[in-house]
């Protein structure tokens, strides 16, 4: 029985040594799937993220055109009016003319 003793040892520290394996193998291919489903999740957060960066430059670039537009539309108002009170003006000017000149023929009747 002696002999069969440390031949059973060794058997049962072999088997440890298996199931040892086996459990290291199961958490190796546990964590490549892992990684593999993380992986797959990051790059459809990155194609997503793109997608909207790339939605975000082209609202961006219609802003920057509609605020041009609106800034071309303001100018044009701005010229509109300075227009505008030039001719006001002139017309107050020759308000004032002809009134003068009604109360330059007015006075000229009444003597």
Same mark, same amino acid.
């Given at each position: 029985?002696?002999?069969? +003793?440390?031949?059973?040892?060794?058997?049962a520290a072999l088997r440890m040594k298996q199931?040892?394996?086996?459990?290291?193998?199961?958490? +190796?291919?546990?964590?490549?799937?892992?990684? !593999?489903?993380?992986?797959?999740?990051?790059? !459809?957060? &990155?194609?997503?993220?793109?997608? &909207?960066?790339?939605?975000?430059?082209?609202?961006?670039? +219609?802003?920057?055109? *509609?605020?041009?537009?609106?800034?071309?539309?303001?100018?044009?108002?701005? &010229? *509109? +009016? *300075?227009?505008?009170?030039?001719?006001?003006?002139?017309? &107050?000017?020759?308000?004032k003319t002809d009134q003068i000149r009604s109360?330059?023929? *007015?006075?000229?009747?009444?003597?």
């Amino acid at each position: 029985m002696a002999h069969s +003793i440390p031949r059973t040892r060794a058997v049962a520290a072999l088997r440890m040594k298996q199931i040892a394996l086996k459990n290291q193998s199961r958490m +190796i291919r546990r964590l490549r799937a892992k990684l !593999a489903i993380e992986r797959r999740e990051s790059t !459809a957060t &990155k194609e997503g993220l793109e997608t &909207k960066l790339s939605s975000l430059e082209r609202d961006l670039q +219609i802003q920057r055109c *509609d605020n041009h537009s609106l800034q071309n539309t303001v100018t044009l108002c701005h &010229k *509109d +009016i *300075d227009r505008l009170i030039s001719q006001l003006v002139e017309a &107050k000017k020759e308000h004032k003319t002809d009134q003068i000149r009604s109360l330059a023929q *007015d006075h000229c009747r009444t003597y």
